[in-house]
């Protein structure tokens, strides 16, 4: 069964720097999500894209952050200057049609130093 | 608002025991909800949804709107159920945003 796809498995970096998130979506996913979990809390949506533009954004995706489909089959996140808070466990998702679930990559832990 | 809630932060039951985990959900328009697990070191996963009305490892979950409610039973608990359970709404725009409940962790004891 296609599966998505994050890398790296956890990050470590120091406050302040840039770091990027990948994600591969299965490949006739035509929806990507980004979501994100700090430790102890639920899940939260961060952004949506469609059609290669932001289709939906919650209050967490601030300046700080972008997202990319910088070519066919990957789709980026990235956190342009990192802050202590933002150390979470980060969800890539994708799903074909509307009203189809989402599928669940096994996300990416940032840790800021 | 917005907002599913899952008021069980962690629930231990017998192996046999039934097993309902509570779920209710504000939403003002028709809502479609979900029920993901997660299994220990492993990824977020569908279980089930409301509008396929099926039956998934023995598990089922009715949709009341009159309680707000997408309540996820079992009759009979296995110990491989043991995971994190996750309510979820799909709102937002046509290209639909999940919102998810704070999660239940099931644990099974034999």
């Known amino acids: 069964e296609p599966e998505v796809t994050q890398t790296p498995s956890h990050q470590v970096t120091q406050m302040g720097q840039e770091v990027i998130l990948r994600c591969v979506p299965i490949s006739n996913h035509l929806y990507f999500y980004w979501y994100r979990q700090i430790l102890g809390q639920k899940v939260e949506f961060l952004v949506s894209?469609?059609?290669?533009?932001?289709?939906?954004k919650s209050e967490i995706f601030d300046d700080q952050f972008s997202v990319e489909r910088p070519d066919g089959s990957n789709f980026t996140l990235k956190i342009r200057s990192t802050k202590l808070e933002d150390s979470a466990m980060y969800f890539c998702?994708?799903?074909?049609?509307?009203?189809?679930?989402?599928?669940f990559g096994d996300g990416t832990r940032l840790s800021i130093l | 608002a917005q907002r599913v809630t899952q008021p069980e932060k962690l629930l231990s039951v017998f192996k046999g025991a039934p097993v309902e985990l509570k779920c209710n959900y504000s939403y003002s328009g028709s809502p479609e909800l979900f029920w993901y697990v997660q299994y220990s070191r492993q990824r977020l996963q569908l279980l089930l949804r409301h509008i396929s009305r099926e039956s998934i490892k023995g598990f089922t979950a009715d949709l009341n709107k009159g309680e707000t409610s997408f309540h996820l039973k079992k009759p009979f608990a296995q110990e491989e159920d043991s995971a994190m359970y996750y309510c979820a709404l799909l709102a937002g725009s046509s290209a639909s945003k999940i919102i998810f409940g704070s999660g239940t962790r099931l644990s099974i004891r034999p």
């Open positions: 998702a994708s799903r074909d049609e509307q009203g189809q679930p989402q599928h």
């Open positions: 894209f469609y059609n290669n533009e932001i289709s939906e």
